[in-house]
């Protein structure tokens, strides 16, 4: 029986994975052909999807990206030997592109199947787990503590600070929450591994109750997210049936529950507090802090809050010790982080990589470039809220710090690029009109200020270029305020992206700061 992998994952289930699937099934029953589909995680090529896997003997052989009416001609190719294709694209561990990765998040990604405690188990799945539960509480926290593991949700805030906070308050009843309310533009790491590998998310959440003492947790996912909503809770339910989950977690005498709760698609609900209320039963609303969650969080009681990226990294922390997971990086940046391609590049995809890569190899190098072949002009980092980066400063190292200093922020790892026809007026006008409509509404600075944002913007765009000077002065002014004044992120960070049109692409928010040259007179440079 030959093995074929295809993914169910959403990306290649949007561009026809499902009809691939079938057609493999199809074919392979008419021509007797003894072959078993398995649905996996995608590999993150998104340019190759649907891309298909097959076991060999020499290893897993890949070829992408396949359409339906292609899959009677790679059979009759020899697909289930490896055979020679167009599509061919070689052994999967030998694609460059994955090659040069180190993936440790995405470990099984696209490797196991998604539902398989065995097959998760089989490719070292509850290594880190086992290894928790010998230790004491307070040295799982220590060892996330002195890996350097951050939070991959955007705040870069150390884990192990979190944990131990909350594990030293004083309650009987505390929570692991993992938002998986992935709302940033160009971002999808969090989707991708929970449908690709939802065991690493749940022996995460597993290993932070022990290590906090909660008794409870909770998934907290975008409506906008089925398919992975329907994969953890299929996920959760296997776990719980192998005695990872429940009463007794593998006779450790440890109990923990897990369950999923869905969103209704509130940007908002991505800031903690606001998710928190969410969970509730209450509208998304950012709290005032402190308290913070660590102390008075989920139902006022202390919990754990982490990003789905950073739950899943813990048990690698754990399994291969502090140490060995701190040796990569730049600076406070230790470990790796899952960089998301998307935008106008030729290359999409998930990258995991140690911090400290360049810009400018994410994007030239894995991501090719634009997809359009036109030169980059920007590139987004963070998301929606993140810093335009100009192609002259793509040599930036990708680390919290690195891109502090020259105005940007690494978000949740999300790199969206832009060629050199973009409107980045257009672009700083967006920053504040997705701001007043994703805005909860509670404090005055984002609810006021992002609509008087994009007011503002729309003189400085249309209005006479004699007033664009006074405009811009009025605009810096509002940036200060939303910054300063905001209660949350949300009118926090919304000056950054405006900010940085106005720095790096200063003509592009009205007439240009130097008038450009009559015709047959030498221009000022």
């Known amino acids: 029986m030959t093995t074929v992998y295809v993914p169910g994952d959403s990306a290649a289930r949007a561009v026809g994975a499902d009809e691939v699937a079938l057609a493999l099934e199809s074919e392979a029953a008419l021509r007797g052909l003894p072959v078993t589909v398995v649905r996996n995680g995608s590999r993150g090529m998104h340019w190759l999807e649907p891309f298909v896997e097959v076991v060999t003997g020499d290893g897993r052989v890949g070829y992408g990206p396949v359409r339906p009416d292609d899959v009677a001609g790679l059979l009759e190719a020899g697909l289930l030997d490896g055979g020679e294709h167009p599509l061919r694209q070689g052994p999967v561990e030998r694609i460059e592109w994955l090659a040069g990765q180190q993936r440790v998040t995405f470990a099984r990604v696209g490797v196991v199947d998604p539902l398989s405690t065995s097959d998760y188990e089989a490719h070292g799945g509850l290594v880190g787990l086992r290894a928790a539960l010998a230790m004491a509480p307070s040295d799982v926290v220590a060892a996330v503590t002195d890996s350097g593991l951050r939070g991959r949700g955007g705040a870069g805030f150390p884990a192990g600070i979190k944990w131990r906070t909350v594990a030293d308050a004083p309650s009987s009843v505390k929570f692991v929450c993992a938002n998986a309310d992935e709302g940033d533009s160009g971002t999808f790491a969090d989707r991708m591994l929970m449908e690709g590998d939802p065991f690493t998310l749940i022996e995460g959440m597993v290993i932070a109750a022990y290590a906090v003492g909660a008794g409870?947790?909770?998934?907290?996912?975008?409506?906008?997210?089925?398919?992975?909503?329907?994969?953890?809770?299929?996920?959760?339910?296997?776990?719980?049936?192998?005695?990872?989950?429940?009463?007794?977690?593998?006779?450790?005498?440890?109990?923990?529950?897990?369950?999923?709760?869905?969103?209704?698609?509130?940007?908002?609900?991505?800031?903690?507090?606001?998710?928190?209320?969410?969970?509730?039963?209450?509208?998304?609303m950012v709290r005032a802090k402190p308290p913070l969650p660590a102390i008075a969080g989920l139902f006022g009681r202390p919990t754990v809050i982490n990003n789905v990226l950073t739950l899943a990294t813990v048990p690698a922390v754990v399994a291969q010790g502090a140490e060995a997971y701190a040796?990569?990086?730049?600076?406070?940046?230790?470990?790796?982080?899952?960089?998301?391609?998307?935008?106008?590049?030729?290359?999409?995809?998930?990258?995991?990589?140690?911090?400290?890569?360049?810009?400018?190899?994410?994007?030239?190098?894995?991501?090719?470039?634009?997809?359009?072949?036109?030169?980059?002009?920007?590139?987004?980092?963070?998301?929606?809220?993140?810093?335009?980066?100009?192609?002259?400063?793509?040599?930036?190292?990708?680390?919290?710090?690195?891109?502090?200093?020259?105005?940007?922020?690494?978000?949740?790892?999300?790199?969206?690029?832009?060629?050199?026809?973009?409107?980045?007026?257009?672009?700083?006008?967006?920053a504040m009109e997705f701001c007043a409509e994703e805005s909860c509404g509670k404090c005055t600075p984002c609810r006021i200020g992002a609509v008087r944002g994009v007011e503002v913007i729309d003189r400085i765009l249309v209005g006479p270029p004699e007033r664009r000077a006074d405009e811009l002065v009025v605009l810096e002014d509002l940036c200060e305020l939303m910054a300063e004044g905001s209660l949350c992120a949300m009118g926090g960070l919304t000056p950054n992206p405006v900010r940085s049109v106005i720095r790096h692409f200063p003509g592009e928010l009205g007439a240009p700061l130097v008038a450009p040259a009559a015709p047959g007179e030498t221009g000022t440079p």
Request: net charge negative; with cysteine.
């Open 327 to 430: 040796a990569s990086g730049v600076g406070r940046s230790r470990g790796t982080q899952v960089f998301q391609l998307a935008g106008n590049v030729a290359r999409g995809g998930i990258v995991e990589t140690a911090f400290g890569v360049s810009l400018a190899e994410l994007v030239e190098g894995y991501g090719g470039g634009t997809a359009s072949g036109r030169p980059v002009k920007a590139v987004q980092v963070g998301g929606p809220l993140g810093a335009y980066v100009p192609a002259s400063a793509m040599d930036v190292a990708m680390g919290y710090e690195e891109l502090a200093a020259i105005g940007a922020m690494l978000g949740h790892g999300g790199v969206v690029v832009f060629d050199d026809t973009a409107d980045m007026g257009q672009q700083a006008r967006f």
């Open 216 to 284: 409870e947790g909770y998934v907290y996912i975008r409506s906008e997210y089925p398919d992975a909503v329907r994969t953890m809770r299929r996920a959760i339910g296997a776990a719980a049936a192998a005695g990872w989950l429940g009463a007794d977690i593998l006779g450790s005498g440890f109990s923990f529950d897990l369950q999923v709760r869905v969103g209704a698609g509130a940007y908002i609900c991505g800031e903690e507090t606001a998710m928190l209320d969410s969970i509730e039963g209450k509208r998304g």
